[in-house]
């Protein structure tokens, strides 16, 4: 079952992984809302994490965890604002400035969907 990007709303940013090649963000919440407790967004193209310094993510590179580094600063931040765009491009604004901004357009290398969100405690990513 596809979760809705916009319940990202609200969670917090508590993990920082890998699972095979895909750079991946877990997402909880402490509430009880009627939501999945966790959530887990895979990234499968190029993303970026705002303010400057800025990082931009290649995923294409030979070592998926230098992705990592970038996706670090959002670890204990709270999503603030869910937009998804025409595109199918997502962009998470957290408290305190941060973005992340992951593209909609699939790259020569993107072997699944661009981006998806799913249970972290799943047998399978996707």
């Not at 580094?69 to 765009?85: F, I, Q, S, Y």
């Not at 973005?99 to 990513?125: F, I, K, Y």
């Amino acid at each position: 079952m596809p979760h809705d990007p916009y319940s990202l709303a609200g969670l917090l940013v508590v993990e920082i992984g890998l699972r095979q090649a895909w750079p991946f963000i877990t997402f909880t919440s402490d509430e009880e809302i009627g939501r999945p407790t966790e959530l887990r967004l895979f990234i499968d193209t190029t993303c970026e994490v705002r303010p400057p310094p800025s990082h931009t993510l290649d995923l294409a590179s030979d070592d998926p965890a230098g992705t990592l580094h970038a996706l670090l600063e959002l670890l204990n931040l709270t999503v603030a604002v869910v937009t998804v765009g025409p595109d199918g491009g997502l962009v998470l604004d957290f408290d305190g400035g941060s973005t992340l901004c992951v593209s909609g357009v699939a790259e020569a290398w993107t072997t699944h969907d661009v981006w998806w969100l799913g249970d972290p405690h799943a047998d399978t990513a996707h």
